[in-house]
């Protein structure tokens, strides 16, 4: 790779293979999706291989289904989009699979009342935090924390207009995931801080849950003057 | 005021007067600044109301300065703009002055080190939420959290291009202050959610300085698809 020029330069990653835990689940499948349409191969992961290959037949010849320990064991790139109750069991279960490799957390812990949504406390901070530190030896990004998954599977919905914030302490691994967004039509990749600074995006999800009640939308960020 | 139809139908607030706490700040004096160029009458705090006039000299004809028991007694509605340091100590003293009206939070409570800024924890969960517990008696909502003192302040700046992201639990409350931001050019004022929902807002500006300094800008939010 070469050296970055400015904040907007970023490396091909046209060639990354991409798996997805908790593939089975609306974002880990919207996500697949998308990323198959952009041609990367993608394995989604699941605690049975059977589902997992179920959930991969829909979504298109790019895609397919394997446990989650194939699914973060042989992609290039893996994509964290468990649910938060499961999140640090299945990290920990993966970590020799994950050594050595950009994992991409894109869990919002969140818990849901009658008034709607609000943030969950997470021990470590976040749950990009706490993949961190269950993963010493991965390089963890923070990301696709805002995407809609129903915008992700509606085959009538084009281009993503959103911007994904990337979060991480690692420069090459969070201009890779940034590049990776950039993959989907309509979406950007914005360097948006390290990861202890990931909670706020986290939570960030419960507004815009906020918003979409109110509004009836599928509320999404762009960022200003970048 | 009539009744809503859509969650876009805003009050007229052409009329109201506006206090801002901590005005001689750069927050608070951009925003005292804009508010009077939309045409409205500002009246900028400060513990010294010289201080408050010498910097209300600077801001237009229809900004005049006091000290913050005038700024927050007389006018409609109370922009709260002061340092996080003094945040509880200034609204404790001011309750009486503020009760029944509707105050406007816009403080970040961060923290800064060499690695950039960082939320601080807030025992409250966050300063709006502090505001509602010291001021009982007040409408408490929050917003103008993201707006870059400096583009407030640049005379060759017309429109703010950004959304303000406005919080709290009084629906009528929170439509004044999304109708206030739609008097300052560029700006949309949008429901972000409830007061419990405030941290990770005011969090984000943590995010945005972040951003700021990676791509040398003054980055704001717009929020998609409402």
Redesign the interface.
């Known amino acids: 790779m070469t050296e970055q020029k400015t ?1 907007y330069d970023l490396p091909d990653v046209s060639g990354l293979s991409l798996g997805i835990l908790g593939g089975t689940g609306d974002q880990g499948k919207g996500l697949a999706r998308r990323f198959g349409m952009a041609g990367h191969r993608v394995t989604i992961g699941s605690r049975s291989a059977e589902r997992a290959e179920q959930a991969a037949a829909e979504l298109g010849p790019s895609v397919c289904g394997a446990d989650n320990a194939v699914a973060a064991g042989e992609p290039d790139v893996v994509i964290v989009a468990v649910p938060w109750d499961g999140h640090r069991a299945t990290l920990e279960s993966l970590r020799a699979e994950l050594a050595g490799k950009i994992v991409v957390d894109c869990v919002n812990p969140l818990g849901f009342d009658k ?5 969950l406390t997470v021990e470590e901070g976040s749950a990009a935090q706490q993949a961190a530190a269950v993963l010493p030896d991965s390089r963890v990004v923070g990301a696709f924390h805002h995407v809609s998954a129903k915008l992700l599977l509606n085959p009538e919905i084009d281009a993503m ?2 911007d994904v ?1 990337v ?1 991480g302490d690692d420069r090459e691994a969070t201009d890779i995931v940034r590049a990776l967004a950039e993959r989907i039509g309509g979406m950007r990749g ?5 990861l ?2 990931a ?3 986290e ?2 999800t ?2 815009l849950i ?2 979409n009640r ?2 009836k ?10």
């Open positions: 904040p008034q709607g949504a609000y943030p207009e959103l914030l979060l914005i360097y948006a801080g390290r202890r600074n909670h706020q995006v939570a960030f419960a507004n906020s918003i109110r509004y939308a599928h509320a999404g960020l762009r960022v200003t003057d970048v």
